[in-house]
């Protein structure tokens, strides 16, 4: 028995399992070099995801962390999801 995936990525190719699990880092579709992680010895970078299920939490806590900063006057405006997002710390 063979599982079949449909998803496509944006070049037409067929993803791997995992593209449903992570967000690809969003310099990915420039090449922008801090959406790669050097691999040590290998020659190829590895690109940056994050864990989707990882995403909302973190987000969440920032959104808190934020609201506190606001509270105590340290900041005016909390950011909104998209900045949070975008500042998340994106893993490999």
């Not at 070049?11 to 801090?34: I, M, Q, R, T, Y």
Request: overall charge negative; glycine content about 6%.
């Amino acid at each position: 028995m063979s599982i079949h995936f449909s998803l496509m990525g944006k070049d037409g190719k067929p993803k791997k399992w995992w593209a449903e699990l992570f967000l690809d880092h969003p310099g990915l579709d420039n090449k922008d070099a801090s959406a790669y992680v050097e691999s040590g010895t290998m020659v190829s970078k590895s690109k940056k995801v994050y864990c989707m299920a990882c995403m909302p939490v973190h987000v969440e806590q920032l959104r808190e962390e934020d609201r506190r900063l606001v509270n105590e006057g340290r900041i005016t405006t909390a950011q909104n999801d998209a900045k949070i997002q975008a500042d998340c710390e994106l893993i490999n």
